[in-house]
């Protein structure tokens, strides 16, 4: 077996295979920048109790194989006493690309559970000249379903700090409402929470962990996504960049305001299904 080697700035340490050298990564290199905001979410936002039952939706993508790593590492803490599932829905992806998760889950030491949803070509069949919303519908009420069959409480997905920032913004922009992407919320059945326990890990931390540990995750593999060169979120994306070269601190200023909306100066607000002023 071929074994690793990582620098920690004074020392070369050897592992004996990715796994390793992920788990101790997160213990050591990325502890102030992943591990730290992940666990200080789950606090500040109080997203797992004793008891909890947590399904971890895992796309294959960075952020949820991260999201992976960071629960089991958070089971071997012992400071909760929760259980922990990882599932992921195949929506039609190609066998290519169900190789590659394969390999990473294998690599990474993850025990996921696969099943298939053939989401994409109803969506397609569906509504063929715009399946996104159905799509998206589609994708959420599968997952739904099968955290409710497996009895679990939770729901836990891989969206971090830059995806809240930017739904913001989007909605914003384009929707003209002020509304945020919660770390935890009641799913729309009420069966269950959605929480999001990387609210407070960078995007750009997540690609570095990732780049550092040699991981090659899934890119999305929509045809529709693929195609798409100027997508909402990519414009927020590029005007966040343009805006953090004046003011570095642009996302969390933006991340606070989510946190301090004075009520006596907004023109109207919506609370529940009634709107007020």
């Known amino acids: 077996m071929e074994s690793l080697i990582a620098n920690d700035g004074m020392n070369e340490i050897v592992f004996l295979n990715k796994k390793e050298k992920i788990e101790e990564s997160l213990r050591t290199t990325y502890r ?6 992940f666990v200080k979410a789950i606090k500040d936002f109080d997203l797992i109790k004793d008891g909890d039952k947590i399904a971890v939706g895992v796309s294959g993508g960075k952020d949820s194989l991260l999201l992976c790593k960071l629960f089991q590492e958070l089971k071997k803490d ?20 169900i190789d590659k998760f394969k390999e990473n889950l294998i690599e990474m030491g993850i025990d996921c559970e696969l099943f298939d949803a053939n989401v994409w070509q109803i969506a397609f069949e569906e509504a063929p000249n715009s399946p996104c919303f159905l799509c998206a519908k589609m994708r959420r009420g599968v997952l739904y379903k099968k955290v409710e069959e497996l009895g679990f409480n939770k729901l836990a997905l891989g969206h971090h700090f830059d995806d809240i920032v930017e739904t913001t913004m989007i909605n914003m922009f384009f929707a003209g409402t002020v509304k945020t992407m919660l770390p935890k919320v009641p799913s729309t059945s009420g069966k269950m929470d959605i929480i999001r326990p990387l609210a407070y890990v960078r995007e750009k931390d997540i690609i570095n962990f990732m780049k550092y540990n040699d991981i090659q995750a899934m890119s999305c593999g929509c045809p529709i996504e693929a195609g798409k060169v100027d997508s909402k979120r990519k414009e927020i994306k590029f005007l966040l960049q343009e805006l953090e070269m004046k003011n570095p601190n642009i996302k969390q200023s933006i991340f606070n305001a989510m946190k301090n909306i004075n009520l006596d100066y907004v023109l109207g607000y919506t609370s529940g299904n009634k709107a007020k002023e």
């Open 78 to 97: 012992r400071s909760k006493n929760f259980e922990v599932k990882f599932i992921s829905m195949n929506p039609g992806f190609e066998a290519i690309d």
């Open 32 to 37: 102030k920048k992943i591990w730290r905001n």
